[in-house]
């Protein structure tokens, strides 16, 4: 299976990019992980509405070309499903048979996504009603990732 994490932002901080390493390592058993760090808008503190969705624009086109045009998109948003890891474990699963293998997950940017991104997603995902650092998300996003093969092999680790 491919995974393509496509992200808005640099890692900046050692122990993000350490973390992310950890778990891309891990992730090699399981399938072929594509990581496409997206560069950022500047985003000043007083900006109009209309700035704020210019913003969203470019970086979603960013985004958007980024994507395979065959791949199964889940859009990481606030106002998606939550899922449990069981969940989120089956549809890899369904994925991997039925959809071509090939599954991309979306983090936009401080302002959040463009509506085209979201309207090229397949699935809105939420990870709560919280909001999280773009660096924590892609973390939690792949240990998630991880845990849902573990959970479709039946491997110890989730418990």
């Known amino acids: 299976m491919q995974i393509q994490i496509v992200c808005v932002g640099k890692l900046k901080e050692k122990y993000w990019v350490a973390a992310i390493e950890e778990y891309a390592k891990r992730l090699g058993a399981y399938a072929k992980l594509d990581i496409r760090e997206l560069a950022d808008e500047k985003t000043p503190d007083s900006m109009s509405p209309a700035e704020e969705e210019q913003v969203r624009v470019r970086e979603g086109a960013r985004i958007l070309a980024a994507l395979k045009p065959d791949a199964t998109v889940v859009a990481l948003a606030i106002e998606g499903e939550t899922w449990t890891s069981e969940q989120l474990a089956a549809f890899m699963e369904r994925t991997a ?7 991309a997950f979306v983090i936009g940017g401080s302002l959040g996504l ?3 991104v979201l ?26 990732v991880y845990r849902g093969f573990k959970i479709v092999r039946g491997e110890p680790y989730h418990r």
């Open 114 to 116: 463009a509506p085209e």
């Open 97 to 103: 048979i039925y959809g071509g293998g090939s599954l």
């Open 119 to 144: 309207a090229r997603a397949d699935k809105k995902l939420s990870f709560g009603r919280m909001t999280y650092p773009h660096q924590l998300m892609r973390v939690l996003l792949l240990e998630q």
